[in-house]
């Protein structure tokens, strides 16, 4: 059999196809119709697309927000309620969703970025911060039940320039990594030793019936009760020293230095800095 393929030649019809093809308007009977259809079709088509464009423009101009803004204003807040918060020691007065979570109003709202969100269901203690003193997960606190409290977050626990004694500790020991859980490790540190001061007892606690004295904190005591505060990178025994050094008073040595480049290029910047403090100065 031959490849070759003759495309003048008819194809072969049975007798019924033959008899089908004879009963078929013309091209050009029906010509009209389909070209009046094809129209139709698409007039109608681009109708149901203008439609969707002005419902989705519509939709975008409820959610714009201003260029400027960095965070999310406060419109079209649904269930909402006035709350003031002592947040740092300041007075804030917000208008809230009543469902809004501690942690999204100091992040979105209040710009407190420092406390975190790792999971956001309480179970890694990223986001903790300290309400009236005692710690709690802010990603399971609403705001709204803050009403009038002090909550104290990473960014207020330092005085200026000076880092609260926890703060200076984790750096001293080493006590973080990539620093997320950080803030979070670091207020509920602050606050447990609150905790253990004011006698009260943990799972570990060998005689519960001694409190309200002050329980030891052995590094176990340590561990249970910081076990809510998830380091990723691994950096337990460093932060154990850290809260270790605080609660007992007792400096410990530094375990690292910089590098000597790395002095020698912080001195030389703290020359230039210096050489043009100087220069400032006199002129
Ligand atoms: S973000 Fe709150 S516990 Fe993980
Ligand atoms: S320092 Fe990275 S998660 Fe703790």
């Known amino acids: 059999m031959s490849d070759d393929f003759d495309e003048t030649s008819e194809p072969d019809l049975t007798a019924d196809e033959e008899a089908l093809l004879k009963e078929l308007p013309t091209l050009t009977d029906v010509g009209q119709a389909r070209r009046k259809f094809i129209g139709q079709s698409i007039a109608g088509g681009l109708g149901i697309f203008a439609l969707t464009l002005l419902e989705q423009e519509k939709v975008l101009a409820a959610l714009a927000i201003s260029p400027d803004a960095m965070f999310a204003p406060a419109v079209g807040v649904e269930n909402s309620v006035k709350v003031v918060l002592k947040i740092n020691g300041a007075t804030k007065s917000l208008e809230l969703d009543s469902r809004m979570v501690l942690l999204d109003a100091l992040r979105e709202r209040l710009e407190l970025t420092g406390s975190k969100k790792g999971c956001d269901h309480g179970q890694c203690g990223a986001c903790t911060v300290i309400v009236d003193g005692r710690r709690v997960l802010s ?17 207020g626990l330092a005085q200026g320039d000076n880092l609260h004694p926890m703060q200076a500790a984790f750096i001293k020991n080493d006590g973080f990594q990539c620093g997320y859980c950080t803030p979070g490790q670091i ?3 602050v606050a447990m030793l609150t905790e253990a001061k004011n006698g009260e007892a943990s799972y570990v606690t060998a005689d519960v019936r001694q409190t309200p004295r002050s329980v030891a904190l052995t590094d176990d005591e340590i561990r249970e009760r910081m076990s809510g505060n998830i380091c990723r990178c691994g950096a337990y025994p460093n932060i154990i020293k850290a809260i270790q050094e605080v609660h007992s008073g007792k400096q410990a040595a530094q375990s690292w230095s910089f590098h000597k480049a790395e002095s020698n290029l912080a001195d030389a910047i703290n020359d230039v800095l210096t050489k043009e403090a100087t220069s400032d100065a006199t002129v």
Do not use: N, P
Not at 142 to 154: D, P, Q, S, W
């Open 139 to 155: 990603c399971l606190t609403l705001a709204a039940t803050c009403e009038g409290k002090e909550v104290t977050t990473i960014e």
């Open 187 to 189: 207020c509920s540190a």
